[in-house]
Antibody
Framework: QVQLVQSGAELKKSGASVKVSCEASGFNFIDYFLHWVRQAPGQGLEWMGW????????KYAQSFRGRVTLTLDTSISTAYMELSRLTSDDTATYYC???????????????WGQGTTVTVAS | QSALTQPASVSGSPGQSITISCTGTSSDVGGYRLVSWYQQHPGKVPKLIIY???KRPSGVSDRFSGSKSDNTASLTISGLQAEDEADYYC??????????FGGGTTLTVL
C-alpha cells in the first residue's frame, strides 16, 4: 500500500544538525512532490518546504530559509530533510507528506509519514 | 509570514452544525482556490478532509464541506458526532510560492 516511513526519534544538542529520512513505497516516487511539515509540542502545523521528487528542485518557507535542506535519493525512493543550527525551538515532530495529485504540490496532502520526534537539548 | 487566522476553539452539541473560519489575505486564501483542510486527532497524523476549497477526498464523510468568500475560507461540519472532536487546520497556497497553515482550531463536541 501507499506509505511513507520516517526514521526514528533524534536527540540533538543546540547548534547541531539533524537529518530525517522519509522512505516511500506503493507509488511511483518520481511522479510526486513531497512536503515537510513540523509540529512543536502542543502547537500547530508549520510548513517547512517541498521538493520535486523528479527534479530535486525545492521550495522553502521563508522562516527556514538557510537552515533547511531537502534532498532525495531516487534509487531508494527516499527523501531527506536536514535542519541545521538547532535550538530548543526546533523541538518538534517532523512529518513528510505527499500531495494526492501527481506533478503538483499545491492541491492537498493525503499521505503522511508517521512523524519523527526531534528533541533539542541545550 | 504569520499563520492564517483561525478561532482557537469552537464547540457544538451532537447533531448540530459548526463552522470554522480561516482568514488570510488576497495573497493567499483570497487569491487562489487552493485551500485544504486537515483533521488531527490527539497523537495522530493529520488527515486531509477538504482540498481546493470545496472538494472532499474519497472516503471523507459528506458531513464535511468547504467554502470561500473573499479572503476567508470556511469548513462546515454538519450533524456533529463525538468522533469529530479533534483539531482542524486550514492550509493555503501563497503568492510567494509555498504553503501557509492556519493556527488550528480545537473542536469540542459537548
Amino acid at each position: 500500500q501507499v506509505q511513507l516511513v520516517q526514521s526514528g526519534a533524534e536527540l540533538k544538542k543546540s547548534g547541531a544538525s539533524v537529518k530525517v529520512s522519509c522512505e516511500a513505497s506503493g507509488f511511483n516516487f518520481i511522479d510526486y512532490f513531497l512536503h515537510w511539515v513540523r509540529q512543536a509540542p502542543g502547537q500547530g502545523l508549520e510548513w517547512m518546504g517541498w521538493i520535486n521528487l523528479n527534479s530535486g528542485d525545492s521550495k522553502y518557507a521563508q522562516s527556514f530559509r538557510g537552515r533547511v535542506t531537502l534532498t532525495l535519493d531516487t534509487s531508494i525512493s527516499t527523501a531527506y530533510m536536514e535542519l541545521s543550527r538547532l535550538t530548543s525551538d526546533d523541538t518538534a515532530t517532523y512529518y513528510c507528506a505527499r500531495p494526492w495529485a501527481v506533478s503538483t504540490p499545491v492541491r492537498g496532502m493525503d499521505v503522511w509519514g508517521q512523524g519523527t520526534t526531534v528533541t533539542v537539548a541545550s | 509570514q504569520s499563520a492564517l487566522t483561525q478561532p482557537a476553539s469552537v464547540s457544538g452539541s451532537p447533531g448540530q452544525s459548526i463552522t470554522i473560519s480561516c482568514t488570510g489575505t488576497s495573497s493567499d486564501v483570497g487569491g487562489y482556490r487552493l485551500v485544504s483542510w486537515y483533521q488531527q486527532h490527539p497523537g495522530k497524523v493529520p488527515k486531509l478532509i477538504i482540498y481546493e476549497g470545496t472538494k472532499r477526498p474519497s472516503g471523507v464523510s459528506d458531513r464535511f464541506s468547504g467554502s470561500k468568500s473573499d479572503n476567508t475560507a470556511s469548513l462546515t461540519i454538519s450533524g456533529l458526532q463525538a468522533e469529530d472532536e479533534a483539531d482542524y487546520y486550514c492550509c493555503s497556497y501563497i503568492s510567494t510560492g509555498g504553503l501557509l497553515f492556519g493556527g488550528g482550531t480545537t473542536l469540542t463536541v459537548l
